[in-house]
């Protein structure tokens, strides 16, 4: 059973469209992140919701809009994709923002811009 | 701006070898540590976390921590070729309600057969 899961796991899509990634987590854990990893495997935070709540929000474009409905879900909508949006994207929970077990991570979307 | 420094490496070491990957944090509240693996094309993957200074033992593997040094290392012990793989070192950023995980940009070890 997938504890962090994420759909879909390849995205490939044209400049200018919009596309979403959808995160779902099983573990009971109260907080949702999205960080984005580079073509230099740099992991850096985007998002994060505690309990549904908004609670981190990094210099992200607003052409970024994270959503999250209940606990369990985090989902990631992106508007007039750009070729710097090519990246891959990672969902994550925790079971607080401060939480000390570390993060659980979900297995990626990798989205190419063309 | 809080930062987390790893050597990207390549870091190249013979099987059953010991492998040494080193992190450095800016922040000196810091008071949780991890450690993830990265195999090519998956998810990072929690191997270790550290919040006392002194060592830390899981079967091979061992972190290290002093916060005076503000330095983290990992050390892997009899290295195997399925060892082989990023590590990112990540540090929790925590105040008020809000924390996150900061990620170095990660040492990529090869062990070699």
């Known amino acids: ?114 | 701006q809080k930062e987390v420094e790893q050597n990207s490496g390549p870091l190249s070491v013979p099987e059953g070898a010991i492998a040494s990957l080193n992190c450095t944090y800016s922040d000196r509240g810091s008071q949780s540590f991890f450690w993830y693996r990265q195999y090519s094309g998956k998810s990072p993957e929690l191997i270790m976390s550290i919040y006392s200074n002194g060592d830390k033992e899981d079967g091979r593997f061992t972190a290290q921590l002093n916060k005076a040094s503000q330095y983290v290392s990992l050390l892997i012990r009899d290295s195997q070729p399925s060892d082989s793989a990023t590590y990112l070192c990540a540090v929790l950023n925590y105040g008020g309600s809000q924390g996150n995980l900061i990620f170095g940009k990660g040492t990529k070890l090869s062990v070699k057969p």
């Open chain 1, 1 to 114: 059973d997938t504890a962090v899961s994420q759909t879909p796991k390849y995205l490939v899509t044209q400049m200018g469209n919009d596309k979403s990634i959808k995160c779902e987590q099983n573990l009971g854990h109260d907080t949702m992140y999205w960080y984005k990893q580079d073509s230099k495997k740099f992991l850096k935070i985007m998002f994060s919701y505690n309990n549904k709540e908004l609670i981190i929000n990094e210099t992200v474009p607003n052409r970024f809009s994270p959503k999250s409905p209940d606990k369990a879900h985090l989902n990631l909508h992106i508007n007039s994709l750009e070729l710097g949006d090519s990246a891959v994207y990672f969902c994550a929970s925790s079971q607080g923002p401060g939480h000390n077990y570390g993060y659980t991570f979900g297995s990626g979307t990798r989205l190419t811009v063309v």
